[in-house]
């Protein structure tokens, strides 16, 4: 009897954030492509069917994964940029991309797919852009060049993140030097020159740059 009534149970506590948390760990363990409504089902131990009293499909499923993701990056960020202003303040939001980008290797290729709902997407997205074109207004950009100055950034240092995530580069080169003559020049084509010894104090500071996969 206790048997039959294990799923029942189950059912009736299951929630869509309970799914989108289960599809999180999916992601984080095997990547984006193995999450299907069947994975998902096996890790939630229930029936593929009642999932969809949660979620309308695998797409829903992965937006609301889209849009959980880049909300916690854009807290991420925003707890980053608290206090800071400057270069070294957009050093320490561009660190902080780094290491959740390189820590989160799968989960930050969800936000580089295309949205499945682009204006949740848009919304999540909010504290990460604000973050990044306030702390480039704080550099001297002026604010109707931010936006254009703030993708020319993050395409910079997308291309290094996904380099090194996809093991592109080896073991043989000195990451954290590369990183440093992409972000110099990140820097310097939207106008914001950083002094020699800011530069060298930025990647001593606790350590938060120097580091390697």
Known sequence: MARGQKEPIRRRTLTREKVVDAAIDIIDELGWDPLSMTSLSARL??????????????????????????????????????????????????DAHRVWATEHPHRYRTLTTSP??????????????????????????????????????????????????TDFLGDELDLDSIYESVLRGALSGVGCVEETSSASSSRDHGGAVSWSR
């Open 116 to 165: 499945v709902d682009r204006d949740a997407f848009i919304s999540a997205a909010l504290d990460a852009n604000t973050a990044l074109r306030t702390m480039l207004a704080s550099c001297g950009v002026p604010p109707e060049d931010t936006l254009d100055a703030a993708v020319s950034i993050f395409a910079a240092m997308h291309g290094f993140v996904m380099l090194v995530n």
């Open 45 to 94: 131990e229930v029936v593929t069917a009642s999932l969809y009293n949660h979620v309308r499909n695998l797409d829903d499923v992965r937006g609301a994964v889209q849009v959980r993701t880049m909300a916690e990056l854009g807290a991420h960020l925003r707890e980053t940029a608290m206090g800071r202003t400057g270069v070294d303040g957009l050093r320490a939001l561009v």
